[in-house]
């Protein structure tokens, strides 16, 4: 089950033979993947797969070994993570990385800088312009807010909001940036069931207003449940791809997640 | 007692300057960690640049003396702008992800050279700064005031609530902010971390600018080597305020202008005319060691493990 080259060319991101060396340790090895405009696909694979480093190759922290990655037209490897961003892809992180010492309002107003020009002789001068670009970015950022249920905490530092609320400011912080797609590191970890179910319609209501979203998660029936199609990652290799159903009893899965006992 | 509210006032004036100065000290620690020991230099390039500037329209003639003052310090805010720019990609950016002492290093090896430019250019000799109006004296319960200190005063207040309002109300300001928390996180939220790092040292170094210019003013003189104990003044100001703090820049700064003066002005009576004013100078290292062995994080400081 390759992806064919011409199936990439209808991909919002594709990655092809992407490869990632630390030192004498595989990453990443080949990995070719395409996700679609609009779906929801996951990630999954053993602790140590590669998720992450892959994560980090696309959105610009890492640049691969070899391969490219693109999102739509553009090319994304060779670029620096704030040009990603601008091209259209934002990330949450596994380990939650706010600033912590802004209040959730200015943490998504930060997320808008990409889509804002005011520079420093707008700040000196703070025309009518710049004033009205600050006050629409304040409200697109209660906007965001809401959109994600943090709206009541917006003068709060992100500190002091609770787990599950800085994730989804997190999630809002990347919205701001007005991503064609959006990756998730793992955004339902260390949530209860209550907030989990609360985020899965929260991803469905983002991918309905035509926000693509790649996501890593270990909660297995999160992934069942949200994903249209999911790649299974195994010591840096694409194992399997496919809808959740099919890929849970491929036995090459089931043998990479429990061993050679299966 | 009018002892010491003269000191109090002469202490303001200088505590404004130091403010001033320790801002760009301050904004690039907040950012890089770094310590741009080329600051001071920046500050005495004001001066010169602005006594420079204003000598040659001075004696070409013909311009009201407010005009000639306000191009002086025009050429100074916008030459040290460049400098500031210049200095940050010549000597630190090439080292950014360097060992931390290497871009010490360069700054201080960037000061030599500064001095040394200076010196080429002015020659060792002290400038002075042209007198351009009669200041007015006012006379205020016991102590005098001149008109030249209010301005001063006044300019630097205005420019630090201007610096304020920057930081925490406009764009830019916000992604400073975000990059001195972290510059990865903010890179990948957007922002290009070079683009802050060189608006804050343009920002620094026009707030330097206009500080050289002032002590200038001040003293009526300027000097190649004035940067060297402004600049370590100014790094104690920020350091007493809390290095990266740039509401404690501010404070530390008018605090140190304070206990300088006052220290000047009580040290000769209090031993007995054994210790005189020259002594002035102590009181800033004074005050930097007490501040580094108790309380290193500074009046205003956060502790390191709270960078997000």
């Known amino acids: 089950m390759t992806p064919s080259a011409k199936a990439d060319a209808d991909m919002l991101l594709a990655l092809q033979g992407v490869s990632k060396q630390f030192g004498g340790l595989a990453a990443l090895s080949d990995v070719s993947l395409g996700v679609a405009q609009g779906e929801i696909y996951g990630l999954i694979g053993p602790n140590g797969a590669g998720k992450t480093t892959l994560f980090n190759v696309v959105t610009g922290l890492y640049s691969p070994d070899h391969g490219v990655v693109r999102l739509g037209e553009t090319l994304l490897s060779g670029c620096k993570p704030h040009e990603v961003v601008t091209r259209g892809l934002a990330r949450t992180f596994q380990n939650i990385r706010l600033f912590a010492n802004m209040t959730a309002l200015e943490n998504v107003m930060v997320g808008r800088h990409v889509r804002t020009q005011a520079g420093v002789l707008g700040a000196i001068f703070r025309g009518a312009t710049t004033r009205a670009e600050e006050s629409a970015i304040e409200r697109r950022a209660h906007e965001l807010l809401n959109y994600v249920g943090v709206g009541t905490h917006a003068q709060r530092l992100a500190r002091h909001l609770s787990y599950g609320d800085q994730r989804r400011l997190e999630i809002a912080r990347a919205l701001a940036t007005d991503p064609q797609l959006l990756a998730l590191d793992e955004p339902a970890a260390g949530m209860n069931a209550i907030e989990t179910a609360a985020l899965q319609e929260l991803l469905q209501r983002v991918r309905a207003d035509g926000v693509t979203i790649l996501l890593i998660e270990h909660d297995v029936r999160l992934v069942m449940d949200l994903c249209d199609r999911v790649a299974v990652l195994d010591y840096g290799k694409k194992i399997a791809e496919g809808a959740p159903s099919t890929v849970r009893n491929d036995p090459v899965v089931i043998e990479a997640y429990l061993g050679g006992a299966a | ?308």
């Open chain 2, 1 to 308: 007692m009018d002892i010491f509210l003269q000191q109090l006032i002469n202490g303001l004036v200088l505590g404004s300057i130091y403010a001033l100065i320790a801002l760009g000290y301050t904004m690039v620690y907040g950012i890089l960690e770094l310590i741009n020991f080329a600051h001071g230099e920046v500050t005495m390039m004001g001066a010169m640049i602005c006594i420079a500037v204003m000598g040659a329209l001075l004696s070409a003639g013909g311009l009201p003396a407010i005009v000639v003052l306000a191009l002086g310090l025009a050429a100074a805010i916008s030459i040290c702008m460049v400098l500031g720019y210049s200095i940050e990609r010549v000597a630190y950016r090439p080292l950014r992800g360097a060992p931390r002492l290497a871009p010490l290093i360069t700054a201080i090896g960037m000061s030599i050279v500064l001095q040394n430019t200076a010196m080429l250019i002015w020659g060792k000799q002290y400038l002075t700064f042209p007198k351009l109006f009669e200041p007015q004296r006012y006379e205020w319960a016991g102590a005098h005031v001149t008109s030249l200190q209010i301005l001063i005063v006044v300019l630097a207040i205005t420019l630090m609530g201007a610096l304020l309002l920057l930081v925490h109300r406009t764009r830019l300001g916000r992604a400073m902010r975000a990059t001195a928390q972290s510059p990865e996180l903010a890179g990948l939220m957007g922002i290009n971390p070079n683009t802050v790092i060189s608006f804050t040292f343009i920002i620094g170094a026009a707030l330097g600018a206009v500080a050289g210019v002032m002590v200038s003013a001040y003293y009526g003189l300027a000097h190649y080597y004035m940067g060297f104990l402004l600049g370590l003044k100014a790094f104690t100001a920020a350091v007493l305020g809390g290095i990266g703090n740039v509401a404690g820049a501010m404070l530390g700064g008018m605090l140190l202008g304070i206990i300088e003066s006052l220290g000047a002005g009580y040290i000769g009576p209090l031993t007995g005319g054994f210790l005189g004013s020259h002594y002035q100078d102590v009181f800033a290292f004074f005050v930097l060691i007490v501040m580094l062995v108790f309380r290193p994080s500074g009046l205003l400081g956060e502790r390191v493990g709270e960078r997000a």
